[in-house]
């Protein structure tokens, strides 16, 4: 039997792990030490994904590499992601692992109004980090079409859902609320802008892999119809029976100041034409085409009341 091999242990990775564990495959769910939640069915083990000779090592005689890395310190993804990138890179084309790819939306530019954005919307991020993915996937793209490997890219949005807490724009907030505190919004809170559960990007992720006409493309995971900021907390609080809590919205330029002297809010900030415009997605060809559809919604809030898939 082939293996799955799955980089990365945070939120998406396990989710990813664990559905192919449920599907019958062989999983090697891989991170820098190796441990973590244990995910049923799933081999752990300890991989430096900087290194092309041990990647290239483990991706042998393995069917799909899915790369569900994701450094969370922004100040460090120029040191982070190009030795990675290129050891997945070599790693899959000495295999001939099909490589699928857990990517963002940094790399869009800010929609005109009233669009929403799709997998062809236009690229060219006015932020740094977004410039750098882009540049990315698009090597990736660009070598699948010349043949070297073949691969895949799926794109989120803010995660949701199982083991989302602190590391992610739409539920950050989610701890303090139930706990019963006040809570404070980045940018405009009552704008649309779509949440995308990270049980629904596996479920995008293993579908594309397996499907050779999906390949070479970009894919949007599947996701529920958009919620605003304020609209995603108060729901939350609902399905947890909790009452709602106060709530304000910082100023931009308390946020621009905390940024000279903190550098991973000056990093947040440089995405933050996110949440000051609708950012919404359009997931529609992913339902059509892999016959992915997102979690229902009440569920995805239990999930990320909870934490619990």
């Given at each position: 039997?082939?293996?799955?091999?799955v980089l990365?242990?945070?939120?998406v990775?396990?989710?990813?792990?664990?559905?192919?564990a449920?599907q019958?495959?062989?999983?090697?769910?891989?991170?820098?030490?190796?441990?973590?939640?244990d995910v049923?069915?799933v081999e752990r083990?300890?991989?430096d994904?900087?290194?092309v000779?041990a990647?290239?090592?483990?991706?042998a005689d393995t069917?799909?590499?899915?790369?569900?890395?994701n450094p969370g310190d922004?100040?460090q993804?120029?040191?982070?992601?190009?030795?990675m990138?290129r050891?997945l890179l070599?790693?899959?084309?000495?295999s001939?692992?099909v490589?699928?790819v857990?990517?963002?939306l940094?790399?869009?530019?800010?929609?005109?109004?009233?669009?929403?954005l799709?997998?062809e919307s236009?690229?060219?991020?006015?932020?740094?980090?977004?410039?750098?993915?882009?540049?990315?996937?698009?090597?990736i793209?660009a070598?699948?079409r010349?043949?070297?490997?073949?691969a895949?890219?799926v794109r989120s949005?803010?995660y949701?859902g199982?083991?989302?807490?602190?590391?992610?724009?739409g539920?950050r907030l989610?701890a303090?609320a139930?706990?019963?505190?006040r809570?404070t919004?980045?940018g405009?809170?009552?704008?649309?802008?779509?949440?995308?559960d990270v049980?629904?990007?596996?479920?995008?992720?293993?579908?594309?892999?397996?499907?050779?006409?999906?390949?070479g493309?970009?894919?949007?995971a599947?996701t529920?119809?958009?919620?605003t900021q304020?609209?995603l907390?108060?729901?939350v609080?609902?399905?947890a029976?909790?009452?709602s809590v106060p709530?304000?919205?910082?100023?931009?330029?308390?946020l621009?100041?905390?940024g000279?002297?903190?550098p991973?809010?000056?990093e947040?900030?440089g995405?933050?034409?996110?949440f000051?415009a609708?950012?919404?997605?359009?997931?529609t060809?992913t339902?059509?085409?892999?016959g992915v559809?997102?979690?229902?919604?009440?569920?995805?809030?239990?999930?990320?009341?909870?934490?619990?898939g």
């Open positions: 039997m082939s293996t799955h091999l990365g242990a945070g939120p990775g396990r989710a990813t792990a664990a559905l192919l449920e019958g495959q062989r999983v090697v769910l891989a991170s820098r030490s190796g441990t973590g939640p049923p069915g083990r300890a991989l994904a900087t290194d000779a990647v290239t090592a483990a991706a069917a799909v590499i899915y790369n569900c890395l922004y100040t993804w120029e040191d982070h992601w190009p030795p990138h050891a070599a790693a899959a084309e000495s001939g692992a490589l699928a857990a990517s963002n940094y790399m869009y530019r800010p929609p005109a109004a009233g669009t929403v799709t997998p236009p690229e060219g991020s006015p932020d740094h980090k977004g410039q750098l993915r882009g540049a990315l996937d698009a090597e793209l070598a699948h010349a043949g070297r490997i073949r895949v890219i949005s803010d949701v199982a083991g989302i807490r602190e590391n992610s724009m539920t989610v303090t139930l706990a019963g505190k809570v919004f980045l405009k809170p009552d704008l649309p802008h779509s949440w995308t049980q629904d990007v596996a479920a995008t992720l293993v579908a594309a892999a397996a499907d050779p006409t999906a390949h493309r970009v894919w949007f599947a529920n119809p958009p919620r304020r609209e907390l108060s729901e609080l609902a399905s029976g909790k009452p709530m304000s919205t910082m100023p931009d330029w308390v621009a100041v905390a000279w002297f903190v991973m809010l000056r947040v900030r995405v933050g034409y996110q000051t609708p950012w919404v997605i359009d997931s060809a339902e059509r085409e892999l559809t997102p979690t229902p919604w009440d569920q995805v809030l239990q999930r990320t009341a909870t934490g619990n």
